[in-house]
């Protein structure tokens, strides 16, 4: 596994969705350099070569997938209402 940037998965998926279904790293830094973002060419090459040959949707519908197989887990239930909280609700409807 390598680290990726959002902001490079961001701007390969604007490429596709403008219709570029292969993207090059100079299509991705062009795209981040028209927001004043500097591409990192490293991470670029790594995401070119994990996403070469295959279809994006299906990509995202498989990791889709995935975490929808994740059982929820910890974070338990929110928090406890503050002290009070329901009195200015009863009082707006008498």
């Known amino acids: 596994a390598f680290p990726l940037s959002m902001k490079h998965v961001a701007a390969y998926l604007l490429a596709v969705l403008g219709g570029n279904a292969s993207p090059s790293e100079k299509d991705i830094s062009n795209i981040l350099g028209s927001v004043g ?11 070119i070569a994990a996403l070469k040959g295959k279809n994006v949707e ?16 910890g974070g338990g239930g929110g928090g406890a209402p503050a002290a009070g909280g329901a009195a200015p609700a009863a009082a707006a409807a008498a």
Do not use: F, N, T, Y
């Not at 973002?37 to 995401?47: H, Q, S, T, W, Y």
């Not at 299906?58 to 887990?73: D, N, R, Y």
């Open 37 to 47: 973002i500097e591409a990192d060419g490293a991470r670029v090459k790594d995401l």
């Open 58 to 73: 299906e990509v995202i519908a498989e990791g889709s997938k995935k975490l929808a197989s994740l059982a929820p887990s």
